[in-house]
Every structure is written in C-alpha cells, then in structure tokens.
C-alpha cells in the first residue's frame, strides 16, 4: 500500500528538465560507442546523449562522466555532472546518482540548475521507499531532503511536488507512530501512547494523522483523569479540525460544545496555540 501511494505519481519535472538538456544540443551525430579517447566535447556529450534515446542510460552516465573526465574546463563538463547523476537516477542506481549529486552540490551550490540537483537527491531517497513499516529510515530521509528543498526554493520549479511527497512520507512516518501508539493504549500502556500521540502532533504536523492523533490524545489524557490537557486538544482539534470525523468523536467523548462554538472565541484558542506549539 505505501509503495502504491508513494509512487503514483508522474515525476514531470524530471522530464522537462531533461528535454532542456536534450534541446541544448543536437543527436543526430554518430559516434563509435566504443572508442572514447580523444573525442571533442560536443561529440563525446551527444554520444551520451544518444545512449539515453536508445534506453541505455546506465552507459549515458559513463559517457556523461568521460566528458568530465576529457573535458574538466569545457561548460559542457558542468551539465555533463549531473546529466550523469540523473542517468544513473533512471538506471536505479541510486547510490552512484547522489554520490555525483553531492559531489554537484558541493562544487557549484551557486548553479543555475542546483534547484534541479536537489530535488533529484530528495527522489532518489523517495524512489527506495519499500516498507516504512520495516525501515523507516529511507522515508525520513526523503522527507527530510524534500524540506531542504522546499526551505531553500520556497516558490521554486519543483516545490509543488516536493510539498506533496513530503506530506505523503510524513504521512506515511505518522502512520508508524501512529500503529505503535495505539498497541500500547490496547494495552494499558497509556502514557508510553501518549508519547507516539504527542510526537505526531508535533514532528508529523503536515501528515493526515494529526486528527487522530488529537482524539487519542484526548481519550488518554482522560483515562488518566488529565482533564485539563485533555480538554486542550480537543480544542486544538476542534480549531483545526473542525469537520474531521475524530474531532465529532472527542467532542462526544468530551460531551462539551461544540467545533461551532469555539470558534467564537479565538483569543482562547490563541493562547492555546502557545502553550502546546502545535504550530512552527
């Protein structure tokens, strides 16, 4: 389920990025794949070019990377970096395309194309996701990277789609919480639940788990006879959430007024706000 909901997306920005490089430059040129030594720059880098129409792109990174390796001063050398990284991307070899990506980074973070550089570091991470279940290691480096992203590019080309699988992993992170906090409220173990509860509310604000999360805040807080605390996310949830199923099922448990009438009185909810830092 999480492999289907991570990847059911078309990465159209890779595309287009890519076209732009295909367009910088003519393929209608013919190389002998196999002698490399010595080929002028536009040569070298069209052959490369030419591996990737023809759906070899694991050879278009090694023929990307010889331009560096020919040509070191040549513009072409520049784009020819992470051309090679973004070959290896569509080869799955992932670990060789951000090794070339951090290597991009490090030595032009002033690129026009760095954007581009640090997006694809956040795919590679997001394409190993398998299981977030088993290791959710893969996941929260790929949230993380898609954050430093958007941080540094807040309106950029890619931040669209960073936001969106940002919050699937995030998500996706919550939901683990979310499994193990609810295990430990079956069994009696509620402030250990209370725990998993809090860190989604305030790691995992952008995943669809904050609702829940508030209700079972709510009902364990009032298992342990925390009224006060339970009453302040119910009404964080009721703010924030005030059409979410979970928070008509804390407000029935809670058996106080309604989403309608706390919104009346937001200077209350203000202070709330402050005191739980639900928001950063």
């Given at each position: 389920?999480?492999?289907?909901?991570?990847?059911s997306?078309k990465?159209?920005?890779?595309?287009?990025?890519?076209?732009?490089?295909?367009?910088?430059?003519?393929?209608?040129r013919?190389?002998?794949?196999?002698?490399?030594?010595?080929?002028?720059?536009?040569s070298?880098?069209?052959?490369?070019?030419?591996?990737?129409?023809?759906?070899?792109?694991?050879?278009?990174?090694?023929l990307?990377?010889?331009?560096?390796?020919?040509?070191?001063?040549?513009?072409?050398?520049?784009?020819?970096?992470?051309?090679?990284?973004?070959?290896?991307?569509?080869?799955?070899?992932?670990?060789?395309?951000?090794a070339?990506i951090?290597?991009?980074?490090?030595?032009?973070?002033?690129?026009?194309?760095?954007?581009?550089?640090?997006?694809?570091?956040?795919?590679?991470?997001?394409?190993?996701?398998?299981?977030?279940?088993?290791?959710?290691?893969?996941?929260?480096?790929?949230?993380?990277?898609?954050?430093?992203?958007?941080?540094?590019?807040?309106?950029?080309?890619?931040?669209?789609?960073?936001?969106?699988?940002?919050?699937?992993?995030?998500?996706?992170?919550?939901?683990?919480?979310?499994?193990?906090?609810?295990?430990?409220?079956?069994?009696?173990?509620?402030?250990?639940?209370?725990?998993?509860?809090?860190?989604?509310?305030?790691q995992?604000?952008?995943?669809?788990?904050?609702?829940?999360?508030?209700?079972?805040l709510?009902?364990?807080?009032?298992?342990?006879?925390?009224?006060?605390?339970?009453?302040?996310?119910?009404?964080?949830?009721?703010?924030?959430?005030?059409?979410?199923?979970?928070?008509?099922?804390?407000?029935?448990?809670?058996?106080?007024?309604?989403?309608?009438?706390?919104k009346?009185?937001?200077?209350?909810?203000?202070?709330?706000?402050?005191?739980?830092?639900?928001?950063?």
């Open positions: 389920m999480l492999k289907c909901n991570l990847h997306m990465i159209l920005p890779v595309l287009l990025f890519v076209y732009i490089f295909f367009s910088s430059c003519s393929s209608n013919q190389t002998d794949p196999v002698e490399q030594v010595g080929l002028p720059v536009d070298l880098y069209n052959e490369a070019l030419d591996a990737v129409y023809s759906g070899n792109p694991k050879q278009a990174a090694s990307f990377e010889e331009v560096e390796l020919q040509h070191p001063y040549s513009t072409w050398a520049v784009k020819a970096q992470l051309m090679a990284a973004w070959a290896y991307f569509e080869a799955n070899d992932y670990p060789r395309s951000l070339s951090e290597r991009f980074i490090e030595l032009y973070p002033a690129h026009i194309d760095v954007e581009y550089a640090f997006y694809l570091r956040a795919l590679c991470y997001y394409e190993q996701i398998v299981d977030v279940e088993r290791d959710a290691a893969m996941t929260q480096r790929a949230m993380d990277a898609f954050s430093e992203l958007l941080r540094r590019f807040p309106n950029g080309v890619y931040a669209q789609d960073s936001k969106l699988k940002r919050d699937l992993a995030s998500s996706n992170l919550a939901g683990k919480e979310m499994a193990v906090g609810r295990f430990y409220f079956r069994q009696g173990y509620i402030s250990a639940a209370i725990n998993r509860f809090q860190k989604v509310t305030d995992y604000q952008s995943s669809n788990q904050v609702p829940e999360a508030l209700y079972r709510t009902a364990s807080y009032t298992i342990l006879n925390l009224q006060e605390e339970a009453n302040r996310s119910l009404r964080v949830a009721q703010y924030n959430f005030p059409n979410s199923t979970w928070t008509k099922k804390a407000e029935t448990l809670m058996g106080i007024e309604t989403s309608d009438s706390v009346k009185n937001n200077s209350m909810i203000n202070n709330i706000f402050n005191k739980i830092n639900i928001f950063k």
